[in-house]
């Protein structure tokens, strides 16, 4: 099952349970849950040679770091995204440091043929962005989202199926759209300021 | 009264909102609003979704290996319990300098053993200067050249009980520091080869000296070396696989401690 299609927030429960308290099979759990998905991530970012070794560094940083997670500032996914983020920001920030020989100073890094981005770019922080807060605002929350905004149903045929009132429906992607705005919107300037 | 930051984000999803139409209409800052919400709403629905991509064969068993392992990818930055990393020590001196990592992979740290005080009241030749003083003299005794005086020797652990003694000596020759190692049996390569090395007191840097293909070898030090930093004598067995890093397998390892004479 791909990730992120009706996922079992129950599991996710255990899962994240068990990897708070120090469980290491939480880690293989973790990674066959979301590996998928910070491997899509990585791929998007840069490319596929690269990918693997992303993803290693992502699930070994997590690990590492579990005593820093906290379950009461969001899902667990959510906070594996955002290690994702940074551990792609950091190889792409170092990839910089020591750039191939460049001859033409105006040949900045963009988007090779196959539309994989090689620098980071302004659709490398919305994917980033919106899969953070995605998986950060866990069930029934997510599929709400992912309905209403990738599969462009109405509200009330979302709120039909997952068998919700309209109004909550309305009001999750609501505000997931105002928070990713800001969101968006910030990192966008911060961009601009780094051009 | 303008219209609320949730029904502008209603408006820019496609909800009908004819109360809200009518506001809109004469009023910039709201409409401002809505086009950003869907310009974002644009953004998302092009940029956000992201294909998963299945994860590679033999992936888990690498992440397995580095996050519930003793190999860290890089030499890492010192927990709470650091005494000395000084990481810079490593890099000067070491002769492949890109290369530093953490060896300790599969071998009995050295760490344990209590560190011994520099005396400052020996004298010790300039060439050992730095190196922890030997109170009692080394089991191995290695066989040596009457006009070789020893500076500085070392009894060679065998991390396998398999392996036989080895022991390793510092003179000074020619105004040259030589490290002779030597061994009762040279260890099989397992089809690759047998590489010294001297380590730095916390094990987080190290330099090569070179293949080991003799039961007794002698190799010639690097002018710039500094034994007081890099006091570890480690013989590990290397593949053959043109990666210079240290395999993590080693065989024998001890401290080099100033001889007294």
Redesign the interface.
């Given at each position: 099952m791909?990730?992120?299609d009706y996922p079992s927030s129950v599991s996710d429960a255990d899962i994240t349970r068990s990897f708070s308290d120090g469980d290491?099979d939480s880690?293989?759990q973790m990674?066959q849950r979301w590996?998928?998905?910070v491997?899509?991530?990585?791929?998007?970012a840069v490319g596929s040679s690269d990918?693997?070794d992303i993803?290693?560094?992502v699930?070994?940083a997590a690990?590492?770091s579990r005593e820093t997670y906290h379950p009461d500032r969001g899902a667990l996914g959510g906070w594996l995204t955002g290690i994702t983020r940074n551990t792609i920001a950091n190889h792409l920030r170092r990839r910089e440091r020591t750039p191939e020989v460049i001859t033409d100073p105006t040949d900045l890094p963009s988007h090779g043929a196959s539309g994989v981005v090689t620098g980071w770019t302004?659709?490398?922080t919305?994917?980033l962005t919106?899969?953070e807060e995605l998986e950060r605002v866990g069930e029934p929350q997510q599929t709400i989202l992912r309905l209403?905004?990738?599969h462009?149903l109405?509200?009330q045929d979302i709120a039909d199926r997952l068998e919700l009132p309209v109004g909550t429906v309305?009001?999750h992607?609501?505000?997931t759209?105002?928070r990713?705005?800001e969101q968006?919107?910030r990192a966008g300037e911060l961009d601009a300021r780094r051009a | 009264m303008h219209v609320e930051p949730d029904d502008l984000a209603l408006i820019a999803l496609g909800d009908d909102n004819p109360d809200a139409a009518d506001h809109l209409a004469s009023c910039p800052q709201c409409s401002h609003e809505v086009r950003e919400l869907s310009q974002t709403l644009e953004a998302v629905r092009r940029d956000g979704p992201v294909e998963p991509q299945p994860v590679p064969e033999g992936l888990w068993e690498k992440i397995a290996a580095e996050a519930f392992g003793h190999q860290p990818r890089e030499v890492s930055t010192p927990a709470a319990d650091d005494t000395a990393a000084d990481d810079t020590a490593a890099d000067d001196t070491a002769a492949d300098d890109t290369t530093a990592e953490d060896p300790a992979g599969h071998v009995v740290p050295m760490r344990g053993r209590q560190r011994r005080r520099r005396s400052p009241l020996v004298l010790l030749v300039a060439a050992a200067a730095g190196l922890a003083v030997g109170v009692a003299g080394t089991m191995y005794v290695l066989d040596r050249s009457p006009q070789d005086s020893a500076v500085a020797s070392a009894d060679l652990e065998a991390l396998d009980t398999s392996l036989p003694a080895a022991g390793a000596q510092i003179i000074e020759r020619d105004g040259q520091q030589v490290l002779i190692v030597q061994t009762d049996e040279l260890a099989d390569a397992d089809g690759g080869f047998l590489e010294v090395w001297l380590l730095n007191q916390d094990v987080t840097g190290l330099v090569t000296l070179g293949p080991l293909d003799s039961a007794r070898q002698e190799f010639v030090l690097p002018t710039a070396l500094d034994l007081g930093e890099f006091p570890i004598v480690d013989i590990s067995r290397e593949p053959l696989d043109g990666d210079p890093t240290h395999s993590g397998d080693s065989l024998w390892r001890g401290e080099l401690q100033a001889t007294q004479d």
């Amino acid at each position: 099952m791909p990730a992120g299609d009706y996922p079992s927030s129950v599991s996710d429960a255990d899962i994240t349970r068990s990897f708070s308290d120090g469980d290491p099979d939480s880690l293989r759990q973790m990674y066959q849950r979301w590996g998928p998905l910070v491997s899509g991530l990585a791929h998007r970012a840069v490319g596929s040679s690269d990918a693997e070794d992303i993803v290693q560094q992502v699930f070994v940083a997590a690990w590492r770091s579990r005593e820093t997670y906290h379950p009461d500032r969001g899902a667990l996914g959510g906070w594996l995204t955002g290690i994702t983020r940074n551990t792609i920001a950091n190889h792409l920030r170092r990839r910089e440091r020591t750039p191939e020989v460049i001859t033409d100073p105006t040949d900045l890094p963009s988007h090779g043929a196959s539309g994989v981005v090689t620098g980071w770019t302004d659709a490398l922080t919305t994917a980033l962005t919106v899969q953070e807060e995605l998986e950060r605002v866990g069930e029934p929350q997510q599929t709400i989202l992912r309905l209403a905004y990738f599969h462009q149903l109405t509200h009330q045929d979302i709120a039909d199926r997952l068998e919700l009132p309209v109004g909550t429906v309305k009001s999750h992607v609501s505000r997931t759209l105002r928070r990713l705005r800001e969101q968006m919107g910030r990192a966008g300037e911060l961009d601009a300021r780094r051009a | 009264m303008h219209v609320e930051p949730d029904d502008l984000a209603l408006i820019a999803l496609g909800d009908d909102n004819p109360d809200a139409a009518d506001h809109l209409a004469s009023c910039p800052q709201c409409s401002h609003e809505v086009r950003e919400l869907s310009q974002t709403l644009e953004a998302v629905r092009r940029d956000g979704p992201v294909e998963p991509q299945p994860v590679p064969e033999g992936l888990w068993e690498k992440i397995a290996a580095e996050a519930f392992g003793h190999q860290p990818r890089e030499v890492s930055t010192p927990a709470a319990d650091d005494t000395a990393a000084d990481d810079t020590a490593a890099d000067d001196t070491a002769a492949d300098d890109t290369t530093a990592e953490d060896p300790a992979g599969h071998v009995v740290p050295m760490r344990g053993r209590q560190r011994r005080r520099r005396s400052p009241l020996v004298l010790l030749v300039a060439a050992a200067a730095g190196l922890a003083v030997g109170v009692a003299g080394t089991m191995y005794v290695l066989d040596r050249s009457p006009q070789d005086s020893a500076v500085a020797s070392a009894d060679l652990e065998a991390l396998d009980t398999s392996l036989p003694a080895a022991g390793a000596q510092i003179i000074e020759r020619d105004g040259q520091q030589v490290l002779i190692v030597q061994t009762d049996e040279l260890a099989d390569a397992d089809g690759g080869f047998l590489e010294v090395w001297l380590l730095n007191q916390d094990v987080t840097g190290l330099v090569t000296l070179g293949p080991l293909d003799s039961a007794r070898q002698e190799f010639v030090l690097p002018t710039a070396l500094d034994l007081g930093e890099f006091p570890i004598v480690d013989i590990s067995r290397e593949p053959l696989d043109g990666d210079p890093t240290h395999s993590g397998d080693s065989l024998w390892r001890g401290e080099l401690q100033a001889t007294q004479d």
